[in-house]
């Protein structure tokens, strides 16, 4: 109810609550509806953007400061008047910067969003992180950025959020968490988010300003970026089928229509620059060429919904905001209205995404953000499935069970976000890999793991494995298993069962085509069986037919942060 994408077009639940439902309270949401999660979360960063904060909630309580103001006050009376979504596109579409331009409104709310997430915080059971985004789209392509801090109040109210109406480049924002740790003495990151909506910005070779990568660049945002979101609800952010065409599995969720004001159209030559993987390969080659790795970066999901309610399973997904929430109608809506009908994108093509999952030592702010800046992190589509990743030089497959395998991975090897280096004679990569089904949820068809080097040609190259498959499955000798695992979804029912896939599946991994000269990194993914959509749990709880077109299943993901092969470098594994 605050923000103005989402309060001005009938959003009516605010940051209380966001903490109040993700720590497993029931809500009641703007349709009426009772909503609860199936579990709660551990943790919940509630990152409301920086342009014009909280001015939807000024709006709604016909605040003064608005009044007072001639633009708020013309948004105000439009959403009085029931037109509240011609004041979101008005606010949306302007060229001219902070058209409101009250800094007493930014100061009152960042001071309430400080002091809820200190009010909710309860170290050792629910972690509130405190954040806001910074939302530059230039054009309408998305930059975005969600900044997380690692302190409370005391700190983080000592500076207001940087917008996009203080700059759109993200080099300024970069100096803007640098000045706040020098000022506060606390510490903050960033992650970028939807490079599918940035018409080929987001991993650009190029900076904002159009100037030539450097050290220097490559130096900065690998230390302020350290985390990347690959999966929300407006698209999945892995790779793309015309990237990775050899990858059955790379068509997921895909939303590759244009940018968020939907008029320029997507061509062929942007996407290299808007998936995670094409990232991450562009990065060992900028790497070569500057000495640092511009895109090292972890990986995380998050759901990005305007709702305040964090839900993200497929059976119980509210939607990204108040217009899609579930109703008979939502499967046809409109959600980013394109210039042309083909730049739409259109309710029933969102999917019900993310989580990000956290190895911390505790469930504290500290514990969990220091996970998030080395790394070790994972993203899921919405499943809360447990992975663990530990790579090595001398892993064996006996060492997948042993009672101590957590302390044996961390003492021979690195986590999931780690980097292997100087690679003893002779020796190749090994990895050990456990995954868990979500229990509330699927069984696992199968762990696969991503791999990307830098050829001895200079060119960026990739390849996917699988290391384990469920249901008796072989794995043949190009590393691959080419039979399914099968389909138990009635979508008529929108229901599944668990006969076919596996609870748990281990793997250990030795690398086959290693070349300790090239430059490499590896990260796993784990599929579920197939299951029902959330368009399909629609289709039948309002007993309607969904368009022609519509996605009615799904192979939900998890998408474990990479690890990183340096040759040449000398000292320990980590």
């Not at 302190?151 to 940087?162: A, C, E, K, M, Y």
């Not at 979500?438 to 200079?458: F, H, M, T, V, Y």
């Not at 668990?498 to 030795?510: D, K, Q």
């Not at 749990?537 to 993901?557: G, L, S």
Request: proline share 5%; with cysteine.
């Amino acid at each position: 109810s605050w923000s103005t994408d989402a309060g001005m077009i009938g959003g009516t639940l605010g940051p209380e609550s966001g903490y109040r439902v993700a720590r497993g309270e029931t809500v009641t949401s703007h349709l009426g509806w009772q909503v609860r999660l199936i579990r709660p979360l551990d943790f919940l960063v509630i990152a409301d953007h920086a342009e014009n904060l909280g001015i939807a909630d000024f709006i709604r309580r016909s605040d003064p400061l608005c009044l007072a103001n001639e633009t708020c006050k013309r948004w105000h009376d439009l959403t009085k008047a029931g037109e509240g979504y011609q004041a979101f596109l008005e606010w949306l579409r302007s060229e001219t910067g902070d058209q409101v331009n009250e800094p007493r409104m930014m100061e009152s709310a960042w001071s309430s969003a400080t002091e809820l997430a200190d009010r909710y915080y309860q170290p050792g059971a629910f972690t509130t992180l405190h954040g806001f985004e910074w939302t530059s789209h230039p054009g309408g392509n998305n930059l975005h950025r969600v900044v997380i801090f690692r302190d409370g109040r005391d700190r983080t109210s000592q500076v207001l959020p940087f917008s996009q109406f203080d700059s759109q480049d993200p080099e300024d924002l970069w100096d803007y968490l640098d000045g706040y740790e020098k000022k506060t003495g606390g510490e903050v990151l960033a992650l970028a988010h939807n490079g599918n909506f940035s018409n080929g910005m987001m991993f650009d070779t190029r900076t904002y300003s159009g100037k030539p990568l450097t050290r220097s660049y490559a130096e900065a945002r690998s230390r302020w970026e350290p985390l990347y979101e690959v999966t929300q609800g407006k698209g999945d952010g892995e790779t793309h089928p015309l990237l990775s065409p050899d990858d059955e599995f790379a068509d997921f969720e895909t939303t590759d229509r244009g940018n968020l004001k939907g008029k320029a159209v997507k061509t062929a030559d942007m996407l290299p620059r808007e998936y995670a993987r094409s990232a991450l390969k562009e990065g060992l080659r900028q790497g070569a060429e500057l000495g640092v790795n511009p895109f090292k970066f972890g990986l995380v999901g998050s759901t990005d919904a305007h709702t305040a309610l964090p839900t993200s399973r497929e059976d119980n997904w509210f939607g990204k905001a108040s217009i899609i929430a579930p109703d008979a109608k939502r499967g046809e809506g409109v959600g980013i209205r394109g210039a042309k009908p083909e730049l739409s994108l259109m309710n029933r093509d969102m999917g019900a995404s993310g989580l990000a999952a956290v190895w911390a030592h505790e469930n504290t702010r500290e514990s969990i953000w220091d996970a998030m800046k080395r790394k070790e992190v994972y993203a899921t589509t919405g499943s809360r499935m447990l992975v663990r990743v530990f790579a090595g030089w001398n892993f064996s497959a006996e060492d997948l069970n042993r009672p101590d395998f957590v302390r044996q991975g961390y003492k021979r090897g690195v986590p999931m976000g780690g980097d292997l280096s100087a690679a003893p004679a002779g020796a190749a990569p090994s990895f050990l890999v456990r995954a868990w089904r979500d229990p509330d949820g699927a069984n696992l068809d199968r762990i696969q793991l991503i791999k990307g080097w830098l050829d001895s040609e200079g060119q960026t190259q990739e390849r996917v494995y699988d290391l384990a498959v469920s249901g008796g499955r072989e794995i043949g000798a190009d590393g691959r298993s080419r039979e399914s695992v099968g389909n138990t979804v009635d979508i008529g029912d929108a229901s599944y069962t668990n006969s076919v896939g596996a609870p748990m599946l281990f793997a250990h991994w030795v690398d086959p085509d290693f070349d300790p000269e090239q430059e490499a990194f590896y990260y796993v993914r784990v599929l579920e069986i197939p299951t029902p959509r959330w368009t399909a749990y629609d289709a039948k709880i309002f007993a309607v037919e969904m368009p022609d077109d519509t996605k009615m299943q799904v192979q939900d993901r998890a998408y474990t942060s990479p690890l990183w092969y340096t040759p040449g470098v000398p000292g320990a594994v980590r």
